[in-house]
C-alpha cells in the first residue's frame, strides 16, 4: 500500500502542479488581447480491485480547457466588421465636415460678395473702382471653390491610398492564419488542444475581420477554411488568395480592389466586401466624396456658364461684346482600359439647370448605349448618340465594339479648374448694346420698359422702329434683320415680341394705350460705360434658379445639408455598431475572459492542495522507513 499511496501522491502532485501552472498562465495574460481563460480538467484516476474492494488510485490531469464559445466568437467577428466599416467612413466624413467647418470662408461668403459686388457695380458702373472690386470678388470665389475642390480630391486620393495599405494589411493576415492552420493541424494528432495558437488565430482572424467581412469554416484538421462575405475564397487549406489594390480599368487614376486565387482574379467591390475599414474606405472615395465633389463642381459649372452668358450679352465700357468672364473644365470621358476599339464618347453641357451631381458609365452592349448615373444607378437606354441626359449632351465618334465603356465625370474638373479670365475694368459687360426710347413727338400713354437682350448678335445694335398704326391696336416694326413687321396685333402689357420669339436678340414690354403714330425707336446705346441694364441683370441671377430650380446660395445650402446629413448619420451608424460590437466583445468574456480574483481564490486552492499532495508523499515515505525498521534493514 505504501508504495500505491506514493503513486496516488505523485499522480496528485503532477495534477496540482498543472492546475497551479494553469491558473497562473491565466493571471499574466489576463490583458493579453484575444486570450481565452483555460482551466486544468481532472479526473479520477480509477479504482484498483482487491479482495477488501477497490481502491481508489487518485487523480490525472485530463486536459488543458479553452473557455470558448464558437457563438460568442463569430458574433464578435462579424460586429467587428460591421463596427470597423462605419469607424473608417466616420473618421472620413469628419475630415469631409471639416473643409466645409469655416462659413465666413466658405463657398456661400463667397457668392454673397460676389453678388453683393454685382449690386454695387449696378449701382456706379462708370466707377473703375466698382468693376475693379466686382472683379476681384469673382476671383475670390472661383479660387475658394477651387481650393475646396482640391481639399476634396486630396481627401480622395487619400482613401484611394488607404485602399493598398489595408490590401496589404490583409495578405498579411491571411499569411498568419495560413501559418497558424499549419501548426495546428500538425498538434491535432496530440489529442490535446493547442490553445494559445487557437486564441492567436481568433485574434487574427477577428483582425482580418477588421479590413473585410470573413466566413470562417472549421476543417476536420483544424484548420479554418475562410471566405468573404460574397464567397470568394481566402484560404482553403494550402490555397491562399492575394488581394490587391490595381488600377481602375475605368479610371486609371484610382485603384480597385482585385482578388486573385490560382491564377483566378475578380473584383471585389462594397458589397463582396461585407465589411470592415475596406468596405468603409469604398463608400467614402466611391460615394460620399465624389457626391460632394460632383456638387462643388455642379456649382462651378453653373457659375461660369450663367455668368458668361450673361456677359455675352451685354457691352463693356468701350460697347464691345461682353467677353467671358470665367473659364472651367469641360466635362471628362475616360475610356476603359479594356475597350477593344478606338470609338470615343464626348461629353458637353447642353443644360446647366438640368445638371445632376454624378458621374456617369456608357457602356455600348452592340445595340444600344446604355447611360448609368453613378449616384443612384438611374440608367438611359438609346439606341445611339448624340443624346441629351441630364443636361449633358453625350456624343459618340467611331464604331465601338460590344462590351465597351467610358466613365464621363462631368464636374471634377470644374471643381478644382474654375478660374476668372484676365479682364480689365473697363472689359465688365455692364451695358445692352441698343436701348429703347419713346418718340418727342407721341401723343399717346403708351410706355416701354423692360427692355432685355436675351440672344446676342451683331443684330442687336440695329436700329429698328416700331409705329402704331390707326387705330393703334397694331403696330409695325421695321429695321429687323429678319425682315419689317406689319400689322402686329398690340394688348397693353404683352412682351414684345411673344415668348419665345425675339427681335434682333432682344424683347421689351409695352404698356399703356398709344395714339396713332406713336412709335418706339431702339437705338445703339450711345454711353455703354455708365449704362446699369446688364449689370442689373448680373445681379438678378442670385435669385434665379440656376441650379435645378434653386437659385446658387439655395444649392451651396443643400451641400452643407447633404455634408452635415452625412456626417451625421455615419457618426451615428459608428456609435451603434461600435456599441453592439462592445457587447458582444463582453458577452464573449463574460465566457472566456480572465476573472483575476477568481484565480486568485484557485491558486489558493490548488497551492493548499499541492501542500496537501506533498504530505501524500511524505507519509508514504514515513510509512516506508516504519516498514524498512520493522524489518531490521
Not at 17 to 24: M, W, Y
Not at 153 to 161: E, K, M, N, R, V
Not at 298 to 322: E, K, P
Not at 416 to 441: E, H, Q
Request: aromatic share 6%; charged share 15%; proline share 4%.
Amino acid at each position: 500500500m505504501a508504495v500505491s499511496l506514493l503513486n496516488i501522491g505523485s499522480r496528485a502532485l503532477v495534477a496540482a502542479q498543472g492546475a497551479i501552472n494553469t491558473v497562473s498562465h491565466n493571471i499574466t495574460n489576463a490583458n493579453t488581447a484575444g486570450y481565452s481563460r483555460q482551466e486544468a480538467v481532472l479526473a479520477t484516476a480509477g479504482g484498483l480491485y482487491s479482495g477488501s474492494g477497490f481502491f481508489g488510485r487518485g487523480v490525472e490531469l485530463e486536459t488543458v480547457r479553452r473557455h470558448y464559445d464558437q457563438f460568442l466568437t463569430t458574433n464578435v467577428q462579424s460586429a467587428t466588421a460591421i463596427s470597423a466599416a462605419d469607424s473608417a467612413r466616420a473618421t472620413g466624413l469628419k475630415a469631409l465636415d471639416t473643409v466645409f467647418s469655416d462659413n465666413e470662408m466658405g463657398i456661400g461668403a463667397s457668392l454673397d460678395a460676389f453678388f453683393a459686388a454685382a449690386g454695387d457695380l449696378a449701382n456706379r458702373p462708370a466707377d473703375l473702382s466698382s468693376r475693379q472690386v466686382f472683379l476681384a470678388r469673382a476671383g475670390q470665389l472661383a479660387d475658394r471653390i477651387d481650393s475646396i475642390g482640391k481639399q476634396l480630391q486630396t481627401l480622395i486620393a487619400g482613401a484611394d491610398s488607404q485602399l493598398g495599405h489595408d490590401a496589404s494589411a490583409v495578405n498579411t493576415r491571411l499569411d498568419e492564419i495560413k501559418q497558424l492552420n499549419t501548426q495546428i493541424a500538425r498538434l491535432k494528432g496530440t489529442g490535446q488542444p493547442p490553445n494559445d495558437l487557437l486564441d492567436q488565430r481568433d485574434a487574427a482572424l477577428q483582425a482580418l475581420n477588421g479590413l473585410l467581412a470573413v466566413t470562417a469554416v472549421a476543417q476536420d484538421d483544424g484548420t479554418l477554411a475562410l471566405f468573404t462575405a460574397s464567397g470568394a475564397p481566402l484560404l482553403v487549406g494550402d490555397q491562399q488568395a492575394r488581394l490587391a489594390a490595381v488600377n481602375d480599368p475605368a479610371d486609371a487614376s484610382r485603384h480597385r480592389l482585385q482578388l486573385t486565387v490560382a491564377g483566378t482574379s475578380q473584383w471585389l467591390d462594397r458589397d463582396a466586401l461585407g465589411g470592415g475599414s475596406l468596405a468603409g474606405t469604398l463608400q467614402l472615395r466611391d460615394v460620399d466624396y465624389p457626391a460632394t465633389l460632383n456638387q462643388v463642381g455642379r456649382i462651378a459649372t453653373v457659375v461660369a456658364s450663367a455668368f458668361n452668358a450673361q456677359q455675352a450679352l451685354g457691352v463693356d465700357a468701350n460697347g464691345t461684346s461682353g467677353a467671358a468672364l470665367f473659364t472651367v473644365p469641360a466635362p471628362a470621358s475616360l475610356a476603359n482600359a479594356g475597350n477593344t476599339s478606338a470609338a470615343k464618347v464626348g461629353v458637353t453641357v447642353a443644360d446647366p439647370a438640368a445638371l445632376q451631381p454624378s458621374d456617369y458609365d456608357v457602356r455600348w452592349d452592340g445595340s444600344n448605349y446604355t447611360i448609368s448615373r453613378r449616384s443612384d444607378g438611374v440608367t438611359t437606354t438609346s439606341a445611339a448618340l448624340p443624346a441629351t441626359v441630364d443636361g449633358l449632351r453625350f456624343t459618340g465618334s467611331g464604331a465601338p465594339a460590344a462590351g465597351d465603356s467610358w466613365r464621363v465625370q462631368p464636374f471634377a474638373g470644374a471643381a478644382t479648374g474654375l478660374a476668372t479670365r484676365p479682364l480689365t475694368p473697363r472689359d465688365v459687360a455692364t451695358a445692352f448694346a441698343s436701348t429703347i426710347a419713346a418718340a418727342a413727338a407721341n401723343q399717346g400713354g403708351a410706355s416701354a420698359a423692360g427692355f432685355t437682350v436675351v440672344r446676342a448678335s451683331a443684330d442687336n445694335r440695329l436700329p429698328v422702329t416700331i409705329t402704331f398704326n390707326n387705330p393703334p391696336t397694331t403696330f409695325n416694326v421695321t429695321g429687323l434683320a429678319g425682315g419689317d413687321l406689319a400689322n402686329v396685333p398690340y394688348a397693353p402689357g404683352q412682351r414684345v415680341p411673344a415668348a419665345p420669339a425675339d427681335y434682333n436678340g432682344w424683347t421689351v414690354t409695352l404698356d399703356g394705350a398709344p395714339a396713332a403714330g406713336d412709335s418706339f425707336l431702339v437705338r445703339p446705346v450711345t454711353a455703354p460705360a455708365s449704362d446699369n441694364r446688364n449689370a442689373l441683370a448680373l445681379g438678378r441671377l442670385a435669385k434665379l434658379g440656376l441650379v435645378e430650380g434653386s437659385t446658387l446660395n439655395e444649392a451651396y445650402a443643400s451641400l452643407l445639408g447633404d455634408v452635415g446629413n452625412r456626417v451625421q448619420s455615419g457618426q451615428a451608424a459608428a456609435d451603434v455598431s461600435g456599441q453592439l460590437q462592445a457587447e458582444a466583445v463582453a458577452r464573449q468574456q463574460n465566457v472566456s475572459g480572465v476573472n483575476l480574483d477568481e484565480e486568485a481564490a484557485n491558486l489558493l486552492r490548488y497551492q493548499q492542495a499541492y501542500q496537501a499532495c506533498a504530505k501524500i508523499i511524505q507519509t508514504s515515505q514515513s510509512l516506508f522507513e516504519s516498514l524498512l525498521a520493522a524489518t531490521g534493514r
